[in-house]
C-alpha cells in the first residue's frame, strides 16, 4: 500500500510543497520516497511507498512507462495484474518486463489499451494519478468500491491532489474553511460522505470514476468506468437460476479466487477473525487453500457483553490458524482518541475506529498484508436493520401517504415534535417508501447543533448546493426488492465512505495493508444477481455465507449473537483523563468564538450524556468535529 500525492500549475515551491506532501502520509508508504516533475514543472507526483509485491526498486514510484508516454502515481494493488501481464505478452504489447510489480503491468496495459479499458478489466483496490505527457492529461482514478482514498480540489490556481488529506492541508497556499455545506449531513451520519470533504472546494473522488484535467489545468471532467448502482441493477434482472446450494457453490469458488489473487504479496500475510460470518468465513477458506497455517488476530475485552476473544479463539481453533489475540483496556482507549483527528484528516466519528485501529496496530508486529471479512452484512443481507425497516413499513404503508405526510408535518411543526421520540416517529410516517423510510431514520440531531449564524447562511441555499448525497438522491423502488434497495444504499454511502474509510485509516497509520475479498468485483457482481431469500430467511441473515461456512466450521459455534469491536465508550468518557480530553474541546468560549456549532446544544447534550447517559451517539460525534478542526 502507499501514499500518493500532486499538483499541476504550483503557485509556490514546487519541490519543497512536493516532500512536504509525502512526508505527511509518511505511514501510508514508510519504505521509501519518490517525486518526479514535467520538464516544465507544470506537473509534478509524489508517493510513499509500502512494499508489499516486488520489493526491488524496480517496484519503485513515480514510474515511467517503456515508450515514455506516461508516468504514474499508484496507490493500490491490482490482483489479476499476473493475467494482464500474461495478455500483454501473448498479444506481444511487451515483449519484456523490467520487474515484477503490478505497478509496471498496469502501466503497460494503459500504454496498450488506454486507461479506461485497463481499469475495466482490472481487479483490485487503488486510487492513481496518471500523466500522459503527449496529450498533457493528467487523469485520477479510484477503485470500483471506494477502498482507497484520493482527495482533489483547486487551491488557488493550483490543481491538487492526495491519498490523504493532511497532505493538501500543509500546502503554502492552503486557507481553505470549513465546509459549512456538510455540517448537517455530519451530524446526521457521522461521516462526511463523496464527493465532500470537510473543506470547502476540496472533494473526494468517487468509487469507479475517471477525473481528467487537461493544460491549462483548469477545469475537470469525470467518466465513469464501473457503477455499484448499475451492477445491482443489471443483477437484478438477470436473477441467478440455480439452487441455494448451486449459488452457494458458486459464490465459494468466487471467493476462493478473490482470496487466492490477495493472499500473493512478498510479505507476511494474516487476516482479522471475528465470531460473527464473515471474517471467519474468509479465514476458513484461506486456510483450505494455504499449505500452512494462517495468521489470525483479534481483540478482547474484559468488560462483560463486549468480549468475544474466548469464542473466537474457539473457532481458530477449530480451524487450525496461528491465533493472536490482544485484550484492550480503557488507558488503550485513552491512548488511542486524541490521536483520531489527525489519523482521518477530518470528521469520522464511527467508534469503532478504536478496536479497529488496536487490532491494525497488533497485527502490523506479526504481518505487513491482512485480510478482513468486510463487505458481507451489505452484500447478502446482514444488518438487522433491514428487517427493522421492513417490519415498520408494512405497518406504516396501510395508512395512505397523502394522510401520513400531513400527519407528519403537522407534528413535526408542533413544540413536541421537535425532538425526542415523538419527533423520530412523526418523521417516519411521512416516508413514501421503504427507501425514504431508511433515510429519515438517520436524522438525529443534526441542525440544532449547529450555530444560529451558519444555519441563517445555509437556509437560502438550495440543497444542491449544499450536500447532496447518494442516499438523498437514491430513487424509490430502482430495484423490485425492497431489501435490495436499502443494501444497495448502504453500498453507495455507508459502506466506502464510514466501513472503508475506517479501516484504510487505522490501518494505514500503523502502515498495515488491508484486503477485503467480499468486494472482489466478480463476487460483488455475483452477489446482486441473488434473489433475497438465498441472503435472509426468516430471522436467519447471510444464509448463503452460512451455507459455505457451515462446511469448515459447527453451526453450533457460530450460532450467537456478534458483538464485532464494540467498546463501552460511554463508559470510557466519563473517566477522568478521557473526560477532561472531552471538556477542554467542549470550551464554551472556544466553541463560540470558532462560530460554527451551536454553544447552547452542544453544552446540554454533554450535560445530558454526563447525568443521564443519553445522546451517546451524538456526543462521540462533537467530540470527533471538534478535535478535527482543531487539529487533534
Known sequence: MCGIAGFCNAEFDWYENINRMNARMY????DASGIWAADDKQVVLGHRRLSIVDLSSGGAQPMESHNGRYVIAYNGEVYNYRDIKNKLIQEKKVTAFRGASDTEVLLEAVSAYGLYETLKMSKGMFALALYDKKEQVLYLARDRVGEKPLYYGFIGKTFAFASDLN????????????????????FRYGYIPAPYSVYEDIYKLEPGKILEIRA?????????????RQAAYDGQNHLFRGSEEEAAAELEERLKNAIREQMVADVPVGAFL????????IVALMQSLSGRRVKSYTIGMREEGFNEAEIVAKIAEHLGTEHTELYITPEDARQVIPMLGKMFGEPFADSSQIPTYLVSKMTKEHVTVSLSGDGGDELFCGYRTYQSMERIWQKTRKIPWPVRKSASGIILHTPWGKSGPLATRARLLGASGIEDLYRRSEIGEGLSLIAEDVRRALAGKDSCDLCRTA???YEDGFLPEPVHNLM??????????DILTKVDRTAMAVSLETRVPMLDKDVVEFAWTLPVSYKRQGEVTKKILRDILYKYVPQELMERPKKGFAIPLH??????ELRNWAESLLDKRKIKEQGLLNTDAVCR?????IERDIWRRQIWYVLMFLSSVNGG
Not at 463508559?571 to 477522568?576: A, N, R, S
Open 274 to 281: 471475528s465470531a460473527g460470518i464473515d471474517s471467519p468465513t
Open 27 to 30: 505511514h501510508r508508504g514508510p
Open 488 to 497: 444497495l444504499m448502504d453500498m453507495l454511502m455507508y459502506h466506502p465512505d
Open 471 to 473: 442516499m438523498d438522491d
Open 571 to 576: 463508559k470510557w468518557l466519563k473517566e477522568p
Open 605 to 609: 447534550i454533554w450535560e445530558d450524556f
Open 167 to 186: 497532505s493538501l492541508t500543509c500546502l503554502d497556499n492552503f486557507n481553505k474553511p470549513v465546509n459549512t455545506g456538510i455540517l448537517e449531513t455530519y
Open 216 to 228: 491549462p489545468f483548469a477545469q475537470c471532467s469525470f467518466r465513469t468506468y464501473w457503477s455499484m
